[in-house]
């Protein structure tokens, strides 16, 4: 008998936690059915096997992350976007580490639900480099170079490659003035 408020909704969170809790681990059935108090079977009334729950997943995280980064952006835009936008990344990413994993992959073709919020996602970050007048061909390179810095430091940084003293803030408040002075000239003659 499947425990009394068990919904799609509470299973998903509950796997979202999970997989937050331990990012490296296989996401399992029997023990997300476990930490629920239910039993394995019991969850197929709520989601589609493994591949469902974590598509579900990463609907939901793709779709936090870009209300998140929206709410950044909101009211700012050049350097103070970017910034705004770069924090809230790095939050949102060390705060899901398990979930953010799920977010930087390309939607998967076919699944409308899945390009359709991986757009939204796309289109905030496009808006703020935008902001640095670039546009065109352009655009696409220095949406793929802001990605890749915001990307490379936040992925280095919750898989513990960060060991030395130094503080990482500072090193990540540099790396968002290097991306933005680098934003400033992108796609100019000589830049």
């Known amino acids: 008998m499947p425990r009394a408020g068990l919904t799609t909704s509470t299973v998903v969170d509950a796997a979202a936690r999970m997989i937050d809790e331990r990012p490296g681990d296989a996401l399992s059935l029997a023990t997300l059915a476990e930490s629920l108090g239910v039993r394995p079977p019991s969850l197929y009334k709520h989601v589609d096997g493994v591949d469902g729950l974590r598509r579900r997943i990463m609907l939901r995280a793709k779709t936090e992350f870009a209300d998140v980064l929206t709410d950044a952006a909101v009211g700012t835009s050049g350097e103070q976007a970017l910034r705004a936008c770069a924090a809230a990344y790095r ?73 030395l003293p130094a503080a990482t803030e500072r090193s990540f408040d540099r790396m968002v003035v290097s991306v933005a002075s680098a934003l400033t000239g992108f796609g100019r003659p000589g830049a």
Do not use: C, M, N
């Open 91 to 163: 939050r949102w990413a060390e705060e899901h580490p398990g979930q953010y994993a799920l977010t930087v992959r390309a939607p998967r073709t076919g699944d409308a639900d899945d390009e359709e919020v991986s757009a939204r996602l796309a289109r905030i970050v496009y808006r703020v480099v935008a902001g640095f007048d670039v546009g065109g061909d352009d655009l696409v390179d220095a949406v793929r170079f802001v990605r890749s810095a915001l990307h490379g430091f936040v992925d280095l940084e919750t898989s513990g490659a960060f060991e």
